[in-house]
T-cell receptor, first 113, second 122 residues
Framework: GQNIDQPTEMTATEGAIVQINCTYQTSGFNGLFWYQQHAGEAPTFLSYNVLDGLEEKGRFSSFLSRSKGYSYLLLKELQMKDSASYLCAVRGVMNSGYSTLTFGKGTMLLVSP | GAVVSQHPSWVICKSGTSVKIECRSLDFQATTMFWYRQFPKQSLMLMATSNEGSKATYEQGVEKDKFLINHASLTLSTLTVTSAHPEDSSFYIC??????????????????FGPGTRLTVT
């Protein structure tokens, strides 16, 4: 099965940097995703890691260590609009052969002025 | 590209009635679509995996006779909540998976989410 842990809430100030951690245990691993979800809306894709290392995309970066079952999402130059829930999701291969995403409970980030 | 729509965006129904939610991939063919449910302040929980032309695969604890899934074409999957009860009130989100090899965010095989359907059962 899959087990994904991430902090429930984080707070930060505008312009700062914040790191959201995610740890996972999985029976099969085929990639880790980060999604952003604003209240009442569907998740939107932020990043994808399948190999160890850092993936940078503008103000957002994501890191993966497969041996440690660990990832983080780094948000730089925080803006008020970054206040949202950030979901860590692991893609695994089920016994049926299909791949599926398992989501963590999300980290609610509140950015204050 | 890779846009997924859902209809309706919100619905209110009376207890005991059935509600159908549509999920469409607008600019790509999705052989696989997924249905999730999200309760307030909870994560997305996968309900079922829908494959075009075959029966859906339901996750443990999800009643297949209550949540009917039909994936009759490569661009449309429907979820019907039968005999809805107040405890079925939730945010239902579908996602569609792009075919492997399609240029995308994760080497193909990426899931794109619909905007969600908020169901309230009174």
């Amino acid at each position: 099965g899959q087990n994904i842990d991430q902090p429930t809430e984080m707070t930060a100030t505008e312009g700062a940097i914040v790191q959201i951690n995610c740890t996972y245990q999985t029976s099969g691993f085929n990639g880790l995703f980060w999604y952003q979800q604003h209240a009442g809306e569907a998740p939107t894709f932020l990043s994808y890691n399948v190999l160890d290392g850092l993936e940078e995309k503008g103000r957002f970066s994501s890191f993966l260590s497969r041996s440690k079952g660990y990832s983080y999402l780094l948000l730089k130059e925080l803006q008020m609009k970054d206040s949202a829930s950030y979901l860590c999701a692991v893609r695994g291969v089920m016994n049926s052969g299909y791949s599926t995403l398992t989501f963590g409970k999300g980290t609610m980030l509140l950015v204050s002025p | 590209g890779a846009v997924v729509s859902q209809h309706p965006s919100w619905v209110i129904c009376k207890s005991g009635t059935s509600v159908k939610i549509e999920c469409r991939s607008l600019d790509f063919q999705a052989t696989t679509m997924f249905w999730y449910r999200q309760f307030p302040k909870q994560s997305l929980m996968l309900m079922a995996t829908s494959n075009e032309g075959s029966k859906a695969t339901y996750e443990q604890g999800v009643e297949k006779d209550k949540f009917l899934i039909n994936h009759a074409s490569l661009t449309l999957s429907t979820l019907t909540v039968t005999s809805a009860h107040p405890e079925d009130s939730s945010f239902y989100i579908c996602s569609a998976r792009t075919p492997a090899g399609l240029p995308g965010l994760a080497g193909g095989d990426e899931q794109y989410f619909g905007p969600g359907t908020r169901l309230t059962v009174t």
